[in-house]
Each structure stands twice: as structure tokens, then as C-alpha cells.
């Protein structure tokens, strides 16, 4: 079982997918807390768990005219400074049970917590691509960064992803090979000893248990990149689609959702008031600039209040226009309306470019289940 050597998970994780381990906490975990605790951040693998010695690990950096550079994990560690991000990390499949209620998809089933937020620390890819002899002359003919893992199928085929070069290169990119998460060397489901991080990417490009960087004319001719976690219209079937005819997606359109109350939840009319929580994200480094949250289904709004910080921490610190890589924790409480016996709660999000969440499921549908972002709908009843 090529599985036998994967690591321990926490048990309060709901398991989508076993072997590969495919896993999300569950909703409430992720709003009590900005920072989600490592054993609690949602694992998406692919494949087997690759067991890596750091201490004879090395990393492959080709493409760049004049060789390879290798590194060990202590070169990354003390040739290069060390930085650290907060990023949230989304698989495109974040929310995709949504769509496969309206009509089927393919993919595993997640619900809402395929979302998570990490502080990550490690060398900046640019600042490796520099010591790699990369440079104005290797712009003119490069145009992504490929990246390859250590975990293989039974073929020995790697998990394999690229992001465009100036995402790579750009001194606003903040992309990290990162060794620690929340300050702690990386778990092994996260990619220990090092993953990419690329903050304000689909999970998908994140690759861990990075093992070759390589500077290339062409993306990642992975399956992962090319046939998969792509984006198609809602008329586009499995006998139509070609999925040459679209981009491979990077950056992430706006999203939010309610993480308490539950779907199905009771309230008690005596409470009198009712509080709601969740997140919202954007890819691009866009940030959040709204959340309004319903209870009617949205015929009326609220605007909630938004938190980039864990209680009794300092707030992160505002980030420059366009590295906006964080989630925002968003809260509303208000007076149970006195006629309802039921509530509709809804939640949007509204980012710095006024990007806007759709209101239904349907416009967006599309057969992989990808990019779900509709408003968030949750009904809760009310007990007299
Ligand atoms: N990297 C490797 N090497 N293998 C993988 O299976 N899965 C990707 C990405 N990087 C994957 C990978 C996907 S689809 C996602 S969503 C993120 O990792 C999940 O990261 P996490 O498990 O740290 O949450
Ligand atoms: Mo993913």
C-alpha cells in the first residue's frame, strides 16, 4: 500500500477521500480562528505522501542557460533571506458540492472548507531565480515557471503545475519556497520539506514536496495544468469539451461563505438575536473591501464587520494595494426579525476591483465543478 506511510491526520477532519488523502475541517473551525491551526488547514493530495530525508533533499533549478543550480534545504535556508507571508490557500474545487446539487459534477465532493489561511516562511522564488542566473535575457524567451513534486504515481509520473513568469519574478509576486508554516517546519501533508507558495493562486500551483523549478517558453504539460482545473460554460458536456480551448486558472475570483450557524441549524427566538460568521477571499492579492449578509434570502442587507487578525492579536498589518493575499474573517449580529420562522442567511463579498459574487448556482455551473462562488445560502429555523 503506497499509502502506508502517510502521516497521522486530526480526527475532527471530514474525510472527502482517504487514499489520497482528501480532507476539510469542519466550517466553524475555520472563523475561530485568522490563523488556522496546521492539523485543521484542509489537505488536498493527489497522491501518496512522499517521504523526503531533509537531510539529503535537494532542489533542481533548470531552464536558465549556464546549468542547473542545486540547493540542499540548509542552502535555502541560509543562502537566502528568510520571508513570510500570510496567504489563504482555496482549492478550485472549494464549494463544489453546490454545483453538484444542481447538476452533476466530477470531482470530489467538497463543501465549504477546502479554504484555509497560513502564515508561511521561506526564500522568495525570485531571489532564487536571480541566483539561477536568471535575467532580463532569459525574460525575452521565458514565460512560466514550471514546478514539480516528489510524489508519483505508479508510473512515476510527477504531480506537475507552472505559473506565469512575472508572478515569479515580480517583487509584488511574494512567491516563497516555503520550509515553515505557521512557524513550524512544514507538516508532511503540506510539503514537507518545501513547497511553492503563490499567494493569491488556485491550491493547485502550490506544488509541494517541490522538487524541480524549471524556467520554460511553455507551461506545465501536466495533466493537472492541461486537462484539468480549467474553467467551461455551463452548456459545455464531456462530449463537447476541449479543454486546449481554455486557460488553465491562477488567480481565483472573489468568494465568501458562512461558516456559522450551520445549514439546518435551531435558534432559539429567546436568544433574540442571531450571529453570523464566515470568510471572504479574493484571488489576485485583491482584497476585500465588503461583506453584506442577508437573512431574508436577500431581499434586505447588512454590511458585517471584517477581521484580519486572531482576537487579542495586533491586525495584520494593511497590506500594499494588490498583495491583499489574506482572508478576511467577517461577523454580523443582529435582532431576529419578529415575523420569520425561518431565515434565509446569504453572504457576498466585494473585493477592491468592486468584483461581485453571482446570486445563483446555475449561470456558473460548469462539469469539473470548479470555481463555485456563488452567494452562500444557509437556512436556519427559528423555535419559539
Ligand atoms: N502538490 C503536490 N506535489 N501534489 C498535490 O497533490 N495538490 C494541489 C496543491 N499542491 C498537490 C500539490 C492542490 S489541488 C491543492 S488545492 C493544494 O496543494 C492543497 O494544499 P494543502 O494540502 O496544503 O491544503
Ligand atoms: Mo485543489
Not at 517558453?217 to 482545473?229: A, C, G, L, V
Not at 456559522?260 to 436568544?271: H, K, L, M, N, Q
Amino acid at each position: 500500500d503506497p499509502y502506508a506511510s502517510d502521516p497521522e491526520r486530526h480526527p475532527v477532519l471530514r474525510i472527502n477521500n482517504l487514499k489520497p488523502f482528501n480532507a476539510e475541517p469542519p466550517p466553524e473551525i475555520l472563523s475561530d480562528s485568522y490563523i488556522t491551526p496546521s492539523a485543521f488547514f484542509f489537505k488536498r493530495n493527489h497522491l501518496p505522501v512522499p517521504q523526503v530525508d531533509p537531510a539529503s533533499y535537494q532542489l533542481h533549478v533548470e531552464g536558465i542557460p549556464g546549468g542547473v543550480l542545486t540547493l540542499s534545504l540548509e542552502d535555502l535556508k541560509t543562502q537566502f533571506p528568510k520571508h513570510t507571508v500570510t496567504a489563504t490557500l482555496q482549492c478550485a474545487g472549494n464549494r463544489r458540492s453546490e454545483m453538484n446539487s444542481v447538476k452533476q459534477v466530477k470531482g470530489l465532493n467538497w463543501g465549504i472548507a477546502a479554504i484555509s489561511n497560513a502564515t508561511w516562511s521561506g526564500a522568495k522564488l525570485r531571489d532564487v531565480l536571480l541566483a539561477a542566473g536568471y535575467g532580463p535575457d532569459v525574460a525575452q524567451w521565458a514565460h512560466h515557471v514550471q514546478f514539480e513534486g516528489l510524489d508519483k504515481d505508479v508510473t512515476g509520473t510527477t504531480y506537475g503545475a507552472s505559473i506565469p513568469l512575472n508572478k515569479a519574478v515580480s517583487e509584488e509576486g511574494d512567491v516563497l519556497l516555503a520550509y515553515e508554516m505557521n512557524g513550524e517546519e512544514l507538516p508532511a501533508d503540506h510539503g514537507f520539506p518545501v513547497r511553492v507558495v503563490v499567494p493569491g493562486t488556485v491550491g493547485a500551483r502550490n506544488v509541494k514536496w517541490l522538487g524541480r523549478i524549471i524556467v520554460s517558453k511553455d507551461e506545465s504539460s501536466s495533466h493537472w495544468q492541461q486537462n484539468d482545473y480549467k474553467g467551461f460554460s455551463p452548456g459545455t458536456d464531456w462530449d463537447t469539451v476541449d479543454f486546449k480551448s481554455a486557460p488553465a486558472i491562477q488567480e481565483l475570483p472573489v468568494q465568501s461563505a458562512v461558516t456559522t450557524p450551520a445549514d439546518g441549524a435551531v435558534i432559539d427566538r429567546s436568544a433574540g438575536e442571531v450571529t453570523v460568521k464566515g470568510y471572504a477571499w479574493s484571488g489576485g492579492g485583491r482584497e476585500v473591501v465588503r461583506v453584506d449578509v442577508s437573512l431574508d434570502g436577500g431581499k434586505t442587507w447588512q454590511v458585517a464587520q471584517l477581521r484580519a487578525n486572531d482576537k487579542g492579536q495586533p491586525p495584520e498589518p494593511p497590506r500594499p494595494p494588490g498583495r491583499a493575499w489574506a482572508w478576511k474573517l467577517w461577523e454580523l449580529t443582529a435582532p431576529l426579525p419578529p415575523d420569520a420562522q425561518e431565515l434565509e442567511i446569504v453572504c457576498k463579498a466585494v473585493d477592491n476591483s468592486y468584483n461581485m459574487q453571482p446570486d445563483t448556482v446555475p449561470p456558473i455551473w460548469n462539469l469539473r465543478g470548479v470555481l463555485s462562488n456563488a452567494w452562500h445560502r444557509v437556512k436556519v429555523t427559528i423555535k419559539e
